[in-house]
């Protein structure tokens, strides 16, 4: 069964620019990645999402290479409201239905 | 407009009792999910429903029965709770699964605790 394998947990400081790399090695050739932001107490919110090379928006940017198998979210300079656990979502096909799997997540936590 | 709604908020319930957990949108969406996630973990999928008048198993579909009542409304009941079912559930919809730009948004959540 395929899934995303992303870093447990990362550890930063305010302002500094933080990269969580997230790894799907049997996405399909029309798969989206999509990251989500999860506080606690609250349901997952939609960040970004992306096809390949590079998607920014305003909140983040999304670097995926050529070969997709991984896929990386950036926060530019970070702040404690950042902290957070992130999600990085692909949707896998499997015969005629569709399989949607969210990965371990990854515990950020920004101190000052 | 107040996008995916969760009933109740928090529950207890007794082993062997069952309720049925309640989800609304009023995004127009044409599927809606339920979602599980245990302490310190992820969120793994229970059901699906595609559209109105289907549903489909997720990963952990054992011990769970789901109603899409309407395009609006998904319900997920359990019929003889478990302390395993001890979680968090959410529920998501988005306009339809199975596209690859499908973007989900999520309820606040329902804590249920079985003893």
């Known amino acids: 069964l395929a899934k995303t394998t992303q870093p447990i947990s990362m550890d930063s400081y305010e302002g500094q620019e933080v990269n969580i790399t997230c790894s799907h090695n049997?996405?399909?050739?029309?798969?989206?990645i999509t990251w989500y932001q999860q506080f606690p107490s609250q349901g997952p919110r939609f960040i970004i999402q992306?096809?390949?090379t590079k998607v920014t928006n305003e909140v983040a940017s999304l670097f995926i290479p050529a070969d997709r198998k991984s896929s990386t979210l950036s926060l530019p300079r970070v702040s404690l409201s950042d902290t957070a656990v992130y999600y990085c979502?692909?949707?896998?096909?499997?015969?005629?239905?569709?399989?949607?799997?969210f990965g371990s997540g990854t515990r950020l936590s920004i101190r000052p | 407009n107040a996008g995916v709604t969760q009933t109740p908020k928090f529950q207890v319930l007794k082993t062997g009792q069952s309720m049925t957990l309640q989800c609304a949108q009023d995004?127009?969406?044409?599927?809606m999910y339920w979602y599980r996630q245990d302490p310190g973990m992820g969120l793994r999928l229970i059901y699906y429903?595609?559209?109105?008048?289907?549903?489909d198993k997720g990963e952990v579909p054992n011990g769970y029965n789901v109603s899409r009542l309407n395009k609006r409304e998904f319900s997920l009941r359990l019929e003889s709770a478990a302390p395993s079912q001890t979680s968090v559930y959410f529920c998501?919809?988005?306009?339809?699964?199975?596209?690859?730009?499908?973007?989900?948004?999520f309820g606040p959540g329902t804590r249920l605790l079985v003893l």
């Open positions: 998501a919809s988005s306009e339809a699964v199975g596209s690859s730009q499908e973007t989900q948004y």
């Open positions: 049997n996405i399909a050739t029309n798969d989206y």
């Open positions: 992306g096809y390949k």
């Open positions: 979502l692909v949707l896998y096909r499997y015969s005629s239905a569709s399989k949607i799997i």
């Open positions: 995004m127009n969406h044409n599927s």
């Open positions: 429903s595609a559209s109105e008048g289907t549903t």
